[in-house]
């Protein structure tokens, strides 16, 4: 638990920098957003930490394409996601 709440209040810091343009993230806020949310819903699919699961979709490319293409992606639900995520991985990841 104590993981779980570290993560979101990293991602709550990565979100709240953004949009006082304290950081160098491009991204608009409702990208970032999204990328938590995903974050979320592949750490649970996958049995692993939310940091674990942010450095691998980081590490295979599935960052960009998660913030990429959040706006169709988030019209559908989280099977779908993650769906997507892992066939994105497995078409454009090295690993």
Same mark, same amino acid.
């Given at each position: 638990m104590l993981i779980h709440f570290k993560f979101c209040r990293m991602m709550e810091? #990565?979100?709240v920098s953004c949009m #006082? @343009? &304290? %950081?160098n993230i491009t991204k608009? !806020?409702?990208? /970032?957003?999204? +990328? #938590?949310s995903c974050v979320e819903i592949y750490k649970?699919? !996958?049995g692993i930490s939310g940091q674990e699961a942010y450095n691998y979709l980081? !590490? %295979? @490319?599935?960052v960009d394409f /998660?913030?990429?293409?959040?706006? @169709? +992606? *988030?019209? %559908?639900?989280p099977l779908y996601i993650i769906d997507s995520i892992d066939e994105y /991985? &497995?078409? *454009?990841? #090295? +690993?």
């Open positions: 810091y #990565a979100v #006082a @343009g &304290r %950081t608009p !806020k409702n990208e /970032i957003w999204f +990328l #938590a649970s699919e !996958k980081r !590490k %295979t @490319g599935a /998660i913030t990429e293409c959040w706006e @169709g +992606l *988030h019209t %559908t639900g /991985i &497995r078409n *454009h990841s #090295a +690993l």
